[in-house]
């Protein structure tokens, strides 16, 4: 009896090819901006020591205490009892291989981004998976609130790039450990009273974080936090200061934002400046960005202090916000020509000619199959092949062969097939382009 098919883990995905034009855009739309405002690309080990998460994402965060994937090393390993993580952020390898290869020695600020899957043992449901893809961007050696500003509008340039309507941007500040600390006092003194009637996840974030009590998701929790005393009004002159001035760069730079003294970040290391973009139309899985300032993290990871921001961008969300709205996704390339045969000498030059044009960079097929000439054809058309020509015995003998405009209107025209096979080809392709783009009259004039 044949075994039960095992199918993919809970809370992960497949993106088939059909599919892939949509990462493809998000993918090509965040790098080419995050160059645009001059940010290189970093990519780091998809596990670290689990030590490294610990220590910077914090361990009284959900991530930490109970989102991680670690495994220890056996002795078989030769590494017994160290742990291991898979990555549930970037921040935190990202600002170890800072340290570790010793970019922070060189010119400052430190500007990177990276493209990433990220592992989180969370319950699956829509825009919350095990194993999603975070777009992240991190500046390390600034403290000056225009930094927070261009990182804020990197993350909305890119928003805007993939045609989003109806994203907010959520801004807030909370402070340094000195204004954070009288803070937490005045959050316990609010608290205390409706403690009981409180959820059991926010009894132990009254007591190590609590902060966090005004991030729960449950409804009278939340209500409670509705009437919390706000940081903002806690901030010391140079944090109050330096949010002031982040506003002001926004204001100028015609970036919209909300200040929104409830939004604190599910990460223990940010300092001051912390935001988000929420999206109004996914659900209760809104944010499709978030992020801040850690000036903390770098001194703490190295013992060397050094301020730093950044922000990750889920791209499951992102995708899925586009969508919603229906935005515009680029069209994939499809197959420039493909090269049918008929018989074995046929075929034989099909792979002749595809080999040639592939050197020059156009996308060529021909038959693997052995399928007969109806089938090829067929096949031609179902993966959108722009031209095709099919050679068999009486091509050969005639050294030219018909070449069809797969979607065009135009006759089939001559083709040799000889040493300028390529270069006539590519300009029949070119032409087709600039007739699509609108250039009417291109290709049937050079056919
Ligand atoms: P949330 O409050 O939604 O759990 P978070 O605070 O845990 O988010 P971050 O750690 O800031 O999220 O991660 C940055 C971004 O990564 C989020 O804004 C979101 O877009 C995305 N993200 C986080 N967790 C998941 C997940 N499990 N599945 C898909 N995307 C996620
Ligand atoms: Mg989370």
């Not at 034009?21 to 405002?37: D, S």
């Not at 400052?108 to 194993?131: D, M, T």
Request: with cysteine; hydrophobic share 35%; net charge negative.
């Amino acid at each position: 009896m044949a075994q039960p098919m095992i199918q993919k883990p809970n809370g992960t995905r497949d993106v088939i090819p059909s599919q892939m034009y949509k990462w493809n855009t998000v993918e090509a739309i965040v790098k080419a901006q995050a160059e645009a405002y001059g940010f290189k690309e970093i990519r780091f080990p998809t596990f670290e020591d689990t030590g490294l998460f610990v220590r910077s994402v914090g361990d009284t965060t959900d991530v930490v205490q109970k989102e991680m994937y670690s495994v220890t090393a056996t002795e078989r390993t030769g590494e017994q009892g160290t742990s291991y993580t898979l990555r549930p952020e970037g921040t935190a390898g990202t600002m170890r291989a800072l340290i570790e290869n010793g970019l922070l020695n060189e010119g400052l600020p430190q500007k990177l981004f990276y493209v990433i899957s990220c592992f989180r043992h969370e319950k699956p449901q829509a825009g919350r998976l095990r194993e999603f893809h975070q777009f992240g961007v991190e500046m390390a050696g600034t403290q000056d609130p225009r930094a927070d500003a261009e990182v804020i509008a990197l993350g909305k340039s890119i928003l805007d790039m993939a045609g989003l309507k109806n994203i907010t941007l959520n801004i807030n500040s909370i402070g340094c450990p000195e204004c954070r600390a009288k803070y937490q006092q005045a959050l316990r003194d609010y608290f205390k009273p409706h403690l009981d009637k409180m959820c059991d996840t926010c009894h132990s974030r009254y007591e190590k974080n609590p902060l966090r009590l005004l991030d729960c998701k449950s409804e009278i929790c939340s209500e409670i936090a509705g009437d919390a005393p706000v940081i903002l009004d806690y901030l010391c002159e140079e944090c109050g200061t330096h949010f002031e001035s982040l506003k002001k760069y926004l204001t100028a730079m015609g970036i919209e934002f909300t200040v929104n003294p409830r939004i604190v970040r599910g990460l223990d290391y940010y300092t001051k400046t912390v935001f988000e973009f929420i999206s109004n139309d996914i659900g209760s899985q809104g944010t499709v960005c978030g992020g801040g300032r850690y000036d903390g993290l770098i001194g703490q990871l190295s013992g060397k202090p050094c301020p730093a921001l950044g922000f990750g961008m889920g791209l499951e969300r992102l995708i899925l916000t586009m969508e919603n709205q229906g935005a515009d996704f680029a069209d994939e390339e499809t197959c420039d020509i493909y090269i049918g045969s008929m018989g074995e000498a046929g075929a034989v030059k099909a792979m002749q000619l595809c080999r040639e044009l592939r050197a020059d960079g156009v996308r060529a097929e021909c038959d693997v199959v052995g399928r007969s000439v109806r089938a090829q054809m067929k096949y031609a058309d179902k993966i959108g092949a722009k031209f095709s020509v099919m050679i068999g015995d009486s091509e050969l003998e005639s050294g030219t062969a018909k070449l069809k405009d797969m979607q065009g209107k135009s006759e089939p025209a001559d083709i040799t097939l000889g040493e300028d096979f390529g270069s006539v080809f590519n300009a029949m392709l070119i032409a087709k382009q600039l007739e699509a783009e609108g250039l009417d009259g291109a290709l049937t004039e050079l056919l």
